[in-house]
């Protein structure tokens, strides 16, 4: 244990939320702790496995939570330095400017956010440079404006999606370049000697052996340990919270490193374990000032739950798809409504490719199709897509603490029927874009065997907003009712909208560190 335990600012958690503010706060000189319960992901061939990554789950984290009918399950999240930022498939995506306001969806309403799109919009900025974004503003219509470009090029398309990229505009689509958090410089469609990415097959999903996403880890905490007024420790999870006797204060923070309890201190204490976690830890910390929770006098602390209402396709080309790098397209024309329909459906994308390892690990649900297709057949013309549609803020989708201290997660599912919507406007145009016309379920990504699982996109469960009495949050993301408490993970998000959510999450752990530099009087 550190000889003083005493710091300006304690920080638990080190991905996108957490990270990133590490980052942010790190040129203060203030003294400053992160304490992450994982340890740095392993650099080894695995890796790049398909098989140990989504067969084995290798990397996986090794508990389970129970869902309310107190039924085990394996949620689909990771514990590195870094957090999920190791795995990510690194899309990221402003949310459109209509997220921000009330929008009516079939199966409700998703509620206004207390800040605009403009609020964000020097924070999107940002966190894109920051994060090495790779894309091009402009092109899609249901993007918000932006006050500069990109700082990188699009990545480019590999010749199989470049036609599909020209169907989809034939057909009078607007498909646009993804933006990827990317460390790439590409000439021809192929890495540089220069590049840290080799522009491989492993992106999403995977970790990466060669540091070329731009995670958390590599983008942020590293660099951030760099500065001398900065301390990490691995290994150390933090337990509890405790407040002095008024309960406005947080005085320690209680952590099991090496299986021994440890105590720190700090000024500011800013939790961002991930959406479930941070909920947890803020339930796991009542007291007799905080009974149902710390900072949760509004009882909001672990509701309104939400992961995207999403889907992992794979169609099958009629000509081979020879594609390594393949998550490099977009198309947002169903986002907020379609031709037929007046409500949101949501976001097309690509995905990383399959391969024959994964067919061969969920291949029995499907394989029904067309059994003269071989695998190696399919694995050779596999088109992969993304699907993402907006699933609304539930109060009673929560997460709660077994009286045995596990995790609890409590879910129905809300709004599917965008969803529904926005895969049969696929199908309806496989035919027209060079594929055969039937999409099969990709159910080992993202843990979507288990639905409960797929955890990889949670938030909602600490709300931020103006009210102290429907969100524990305050705009600054400060606890309401505590003086020095803040959360930067997801958790803060009052509706997900159907972008994926990262870049959200880095642009407000920037726009929370302006705030952190002016209190800290930097
Ligand atoms: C396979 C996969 C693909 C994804 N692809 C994308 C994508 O393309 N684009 C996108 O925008 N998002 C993507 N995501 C989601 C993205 O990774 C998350 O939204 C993001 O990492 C959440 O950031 P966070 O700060 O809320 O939490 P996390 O990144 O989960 O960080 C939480 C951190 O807290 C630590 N922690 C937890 N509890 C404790 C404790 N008690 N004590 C100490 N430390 C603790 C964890 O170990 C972790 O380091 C993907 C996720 C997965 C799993
Ligand atoms: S595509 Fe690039 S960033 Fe992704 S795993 Fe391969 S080398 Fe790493």
């Not at 920080?11 to 590490?22: E, M, N, Q, S, Y």
């Not at 999403?310 to 379609?338: E, G, H, W």
């Not at 329909?341 to 490719?353: A, H, N, S, T, V």
């Not at 803060?492 to 560190?513: D, H, K, Q, W, Y």
Request: proline content about 6%; aromatic content about 10%.
């Amino acid at each position: 244990m550190p000889e003083n335990n005493r710091y300006d600012v304690i920080i638990i958690g080190t991905g996108a939320g957490g990270g990133t503010l590490a980052y942010h706060l790190a040129p203060s000189g203030k003294r400053i702790l992160l304490l992450e319960r994982g340890g740095y992901l392993p650099r080894e061939k695995d890796n790049w496995d398909a098989k140990a990554v989504f067969v084995e789950s290798k990397y996986r984290a090794k508990e389970t939570w129970c869902d309310k009918d107190g039924k085990p399950f394996y949620p689909g999240i990771q514990y590195y330095v870094g957090g999920n930022t190791k795995v990510y498939g690194a899309a990221l995506l402003r949310f459109r400017e209509r997220d921000f306001g009330e929008v009516g969806h079939h199966g409700g309403v998703s509620p206004a956010w207390p800040l605009s799109y403009a609020d964000f919009e020097p924070y999107y900025t940002k966190a894109e440079h920051l994060y090495h974004v790779h894309g091009q503003h402009g092109i899609d219509p249901t993007e918000g404006p932006a006050s500069a470009p990109y700082r990188y090029p699009a990545v480019s398309h590999a010749p199989r999606i470049q036609e599909l990229f020209d169907d989809f505009e034939r057909l009078g689509h607007h498909p646009f370049p993804l933006p990827l958090g990317i460390l790439l410089d590409e000439a021809d469609g192929k890495a540089l000697h220069t590049s840290a990415c080799v522009r491989c097959a492993a992106f999403d999903g995977f970790p990466c052996l060669v540091n070329g996403k731009a995670d958390s880890q590599v983008i942020c905490v590293d660099p951030a340990l760099e500065y001398s007024n900065v301390e990490m420790l691995t290994g150390a999870c933090v337990e509890r919270l405790e407040t002095d006797a008024s309960g406005r204060v947080v005085t320690k923070v209680i952590v099991t490193r090496a299986g021994a309890e440890e105590q720190y201190s700090a000024d500011i204490v800013v939790v961002s374990c991930g959406a479930v976690n941070s909920a947890a830890l803020l339930l796991r910390s009542a007291s007799d000032q905080h009974p149902g929770g710390l900072a949760n006098s509004s009882d909001v602390v672990g509701r309104h739950y939400m992961r995207h209402n999403c889907s992992a396709f794979m169609a099958i080309s009629r000509d081979p798809n020879p594609t390594v790098f393949q998550k490099t397209l977009a198309l947002n024309d169903f986002y907020f409504r379609s031709d037929d329909w007046e409500y949101p459906l949501g976001e097309i994308q690509m995905l990383g490719k399959s391969d024959g390892e994964m067919l061969k690990g969920e291949a029995p649900g499907w394989a029904v199709w067309k059994p003269e297709f071989a695998l190696d057949y399919l694995a050779e013309r596999s088109i992969d897509f993304w699907l993402q549609s907006e699933d609304l803020p539930h109060p009673d989708n929560r997460v709660t603490i077994h009286p045995y201290g596990q995790i609890v997660l409590s879910i129905r599912e809300t709004n599917l029927e965008g969803h529904k919507r926005l895969t049969a406007k696929l199908e309806g145009m496989l035919g027209d874009i060079g594929l055969h016309d039937h999409l099969m379920h990709r159910s080992l990504y993202l843990g979507k065997d288990i639905p409960i699982g797929g955890t990889a996109h949670q938030a909602g469960t600490v709300r931020f907003g103006r009210d102290p009495k429907t969100s524990a949050l305050d705009v600054n993301c400060k606890a309401h009712d505590l003086d020095n408490l803040y959360v930067v993970d997801a958790s803060f998000f009052v509706s997900i909208a159907a972008v994926n959510p990262s870049l959200t999450i880095m642009a407000n752990a920037l726009r929370v560190g302006d705030h952190l530099l002016e209190r800290l009087g930097v």
